[in-house]
Structures are given as C-alpha cells and as structure tokens.
C-alpha cells in the first residue's frame, strides 16, 4: 500500500481538529483590553490543546516518515489514533466552560492518555510489518517518552479530584517532553535525505 494517502488524510485532519479548537475561542462583544482579561484561561488551555496536536503532528510526520511499508492494520490503527486526538477540542471546551473543574481536567488527561496509547499502539502494529533492522524499530521500540506519559497521565487524572491545576501542571510537563521530536530519528533521517539526495 501507498503510505503517501495515509499521510495526506492524516495530515488533513490535523489541520480540522486545529482548526476546531481556535473557533471555540469567542471574541468579546466589549473593546477594550480588560474584555480580554476573563479570556486568559481559556486562551491558555487552547495554547497547551495546539502545542499538543503540533507535538503529535510532528512526531506523526517523522514515524510515517521512517516507514518503508503500510499494511491494512496500520491504516486502522492510524484511525484509532486520529479518533482520540480528535477528541481533544471537545475535552479541551470543556476544561474552559467549567473553569478547570475535577471532572473536565480528569476527562482531559483521559483523552491525552488515550492518544499516546494509541499512538504507541502505531508503532507496535508498524514495527510487526517492518524488519528487525528498520530505522523505525530500532530507534523507537524502545518507547521510553510514550511509557512515561502514559503513567504521568494515570498519575495526573485522579489527581484531577484534588488538585486540578497540578494535574494540569504534569499535562504541560509531559508536553515538554514531547516538544521536540526523537532525536535519533530526526538525526537518522536527515542522514537519509542526504543520501538520497546524493
């Protein structure tokens, strides 16, 4: 199968839920500065919601980037993926109208969970139809950043009941983590590149 679909549709619906979340941000009907004030959260909570869809963008961009050969397995569990990121604008509206309560902030990290399950879930079903020595498996088999987001979010979304705002602290930590892609595979591919242009 042709992978380059796979990414055109993927990529399509990046740029939707994206886009989604900046209409749900409502201009004030006042013009003046301090209108904006009440805004600053909800403001915030989309700023953390769009560093997340372009962390997992890029880091989407690089793994299809290393793959040589997609299966149908892969394009379903690509979709899996894609359904709970698009999940996000929904969550991310609710932690807004709710003004960051126990609910909304858990229900938040539940969705964040889900996507990194899920995106690991790619890799896994990726690195079954390519061989032991493919860029892909020997760079991220290993899954160090998705096991540790995966337990920071099982940490974070009871302590959403207690204290919300740290549970959104470790939500922005674990967004730092992923802020810049797997270095070795961006180094390694970069070294492709070059090689293929030669």
């Known amino acids: 199968m042709n992978k380059s679909r796979l990414e055109a549709f993927s990529d399509g619906l990046f740029a939707v839920v994206i886009t989604i979340m900046v209409l749900e941000l409502d ?10 004030v009440p805004l600053i959260p909800i403001f915030l909570s989309y700023v953390l919601s769009f560093i997340y869809g372009s962390i997992f963008w890029i880091n989407h961009h690089h793994l299809l980037a290393a793959t040589r050969r997609v299966s149908s397995g892969v394009l379903w569990a690509n979709l ?18 709710n003004h960051v309560s126990s609910i909304p902030v858990a229900a ?24 032991a020595d493919a860029l892909l498996v020997r760079i991220l088999r290993p899954g160090r950043r998705e096991k540790l987001s995966m337990w920071a979010f ?43 242009v030669r």
């Open 27 to 36: 201009a004030p009907s006042d013009v003046t500065l301090s209108s904006l």
């Open 80 to 97: 899996n993926f894609l359904f709970w990121l698009s999940l996000i604008p929904f969550f991310t509206s609710w932690v807004d109208e």
């Open 108 to 131: 938040y990290g539940l969705s964040l969970f889900m996507v990194v399950a899920s995106y690991r879930l790619l890799e896994q079903v990726l690195f079954k139809i390519h061989d």
């Open 154 to 196: 099982l940490v974070a979304i009871p302590l959403a009941f207690v204290h919300p705002f740290v549970s959104l602290g470790i939500y922005i930590f674990i967004a730092a983590i992923w802020f810049m892609p797997e270095r070795a595979l961006e180094r390694a591919l970069a070294r492709r590149d070059i090689c293929d």
